[in-house]
């Protein structure tokens, strides 16, 4: 076999493949390990919320003022706020995420294969296409969950109202706006979470090739020699997932922002997207735009190295 193949063929070993995957062993432990995942870095987003809806009087302007606000009045469950609506959608929205984003990242290899390009930009253009795709699908569950969660995390601070529970909250944006209130920033989002998706599964796909092929673990063979151990494995897979979260936290949280803050609005509230940039400027110039950056680069990069450490599981097991 010619050296090109061998690395086309060896490079596999080392990518997640959803041929691999045994799908009921995926769905079952699957939504059991993401939940835990959640169950750990949901805190992040609470944080990271308050953050990008503070009001320019609000005294708690970094992550760690939120956090002992947080405990002051309601004790380690504050962190929780909205969690039971969440956990409620995560499960459905991943399971269409993930199948959407391996089924059409097979299809993107296929179809970019007779053009002969380098490992690294193969991976980067079919992991981005199919993180877009999972992305949009995705979508249809994540909007209202994350419209209902937000108004649950922010209640009460900053001036926002408060609510008993998530139906409290769906009734009354139904309400008001009718079901559309519940998609209130889906094109937003769609805008938000495809790019950083994208931007996410390319970046971890290219960089992931891109550390096979300078050899950074120091062992000095070739991948078609022998295959990688186990834990050099999850070294790069880890390695990856932080410097996609990177890429796609610092690329797309100006729009994370502004979604945040049109979602979170109440009925008496009607600013469009271009006056929320405004305000955000007034009272922080233009890194106001970035606020929760350090939160949701946080998220970003333990979500993703831990998607794909349990991918990896799954499939090893």
Known sequence: MNSSGSRVQSFSQTEINWDKLDKTKFYVVGAGLFTGVTVALYPVSVVKTRLQVASRDTVERDAFSVIRGLIKTDGIAGLYRG?????????????????????????????????????????????????????????????????????????????????????????????????????????????????????????????QRLIWNCRLLGRGYELEEAAPSELELVLVQATGGIIAGATASCVTTPLDTIKTRLQVMGHEQRHSAREVVKLLIRDDGWKGLYRGLGPRFFSMSAWGTSMILAYEYLISR
């Open 83 to 207: 969690f039971g609506t969440v956990i409620t959608g995560a499960i459905p929205a991943r399971i269409i995420f993930l199948t959407a984003l391996e089924t059409t990242k097979v299809a993107a290899f296929r179809m970019i294969e007779p053009f002969k390009l380098s490992e690294p930009t193969q991976a980067a253009i079919a992991n981005g296409v199919a993180g877009m795709t999972a992305s949009v699908f995705s979508q249809a569950v994540f909007v209202p969950i994350d419209v209902i969660s937000q108004k649950l995390m922010v209640q009460g601070y900053s001036g926002y109202a408060k609510y008993n529970g998530g139906w409290d909250v769906a009734r009354k944006v139904i309400k008001s706006d009718g079901i559309r209130g519940l998609y209130r920033g889906f094109g937003l989002s769609v805008m938000t979470y495809s790019p950083s998706s994208a931007v996410w599964w390319a970046s971890y796909g290219s960089s």
